[in-house]
């Protein structure tokens, strides 16, 4: 009976039902946002780290000139997994997204996984732009290091504020979080437009060749937790550059494209989800990867692979074409841009804590809903003070391959959810639908896999881990005393 109970579903029909109850505003989230707002979160959370650090980090570790492809598949990647959570996101408008899905076609137990692997995601992804945060302003306005840096500081101040100021606003209401992204978000774009623009005059077509440098032995003989896991499986010598480096590369850079999905997160708080979410959703991505792909193109145009800065690339490549006051710009953007990058992330989890409890896998009471500001405030509470302590005391910039990780095996669940909620409930009102499904899932479901097998082994590691944790506290508390369980009994 074990795993009947742990394999148990939730009906679709209830969780339409939990999202358009009418009743006590205390008990449900308001529906206040529109496509342009939902466009606004989604690039706001997307454009941010992966534009201004993992550019650089990439094109000189993994790939050269050839980033512009790692961004190109991992873009087309992230489309395939945008189409599968439109179609869900419109037809089942609900907060926690992934892991609602997840509960209603594959599970009780895959839907715990998925909603502790988000949890994972947000908060680690939130930690590490809040210390890029700091370090870019202490960049821009000459902070001492000692506070705001990322090398020699035992407390890192900067991040611990902005989550902190952030945490608040994003308690407050939906609607202050959405204004205050928008105008960044404006700002980023705009600054980002700029950069390609400007770039082009300084592009040098000698730091495009070799394009995709010749694959190579890793430097420092790097031990095999660092290969990718498909190196390790198909017993390949360790190597960068090459098609090699540019697919794990690719991998990588799937973090820049991470927080789409946090847009099907406020499927309970959009004014028409059946045409918004979709429009928020691929709307976010379309801009994207214009912005990614132009972008990486002007900074490996612009300055040799092997001199770029691993640290503010596209500052320091407009720095060594002599044009400083354009990196002063681009400071100013990356300030802005990873803030709201911050502010999403925080909503998100938000978001999601309040279906888990919800539906009892963790306290009721921790998803509780203010009664005057309309959200969760709890569960955002607790997220923000979890994520100002990560920020602060741990440097976590090399963990971006697990905020990739994470990403990708929720995609994966989801890119399944769309043809098995097909087969299930064909009677369901689907306002978009996923062309030539289930072959277009299915393709979705395994370049998903195949990125996750291009991350390292000590990635594949940590991500077990905390699985297991997730595991101890389902198994511990979740699995009977959550709603189903409760209503079986």
Known sequence: MFAVSVLRTKPIKDVIAQSSAEGDDNRRLRRRLGPFDLMGFGVG??????????TGLEARDSAGPAVIVSFAVAGVVALLAALCYAELAASVPTAGSAYTYAYATMGEVVAWIIGWDLLLEFALGAAVVARGWSGYLAELFGLPTAWFGEEGSVVNVGA???????????????????????????????????????????????????????????????????????QVLFGLEPSVFGIAGVLSAAAVVFFAYTGFEAVANLGEETRRPGRDLPLGVLGTLAVSAVLYIGVSFVIVGMVPYTEIDRGAPIAAAFNAVGAGWAAVLVSIAAVSGLTSVILVQLVAMGRIGYAIARDGLIPTGIGAIHPRWGTPY?????????????????????????????????????????PLVRRSRPDLKRP?????????????ALACVYLMLNLSVETWLRFLAWL?????????????RNRLARQEH
Request: hydrophobic residues 60%.
């Open 45 to 54: 959370i997307v454009i941010g780290t992966g534009i201004f650090t993992l």
């Open 160 to 230: 611990i504020a902005i989550v902190l100021l952030l945490g608040v606003v994003a308690t407050i209401g939906i609607q202050q979080s959405a204004r205050i992204t928008n105008v960044l978000v404006v700002v980023k774009v705009a600054i980002c437009i700029f950069v390609v623009v400007a770039g082009l005059f300084f592009i040098s077509a000698a730091n495009l060749t070799p394009f995709v440098p010749p694959a190579e032995a890793p430097p420092g003989g790097e031990s095999g937790l660092t290969q990718p896991l498909t």
């Open 378 to 418: 709890r569960v955002t509470i607790a997220m923000t003070v979890l994520v100002a302590v990560l920020a602060g005391f741990l440097p976590l910039s090399a963990l971006a391959d697990l905020v990739s990780i994470g990403a990708l095996f929720a995609f994966v669940i989801v890119s399944i959810a769309v």
């Open 432 to 444: 978009f639908r996923v062309p030539f499904s289930p072959v277009l899932p299915i393709v979705s």
């Open 468 to 480: 297991l944790l997730g595991g101890l506290i389902y198994v511990g508390y979740g699995r009977r």
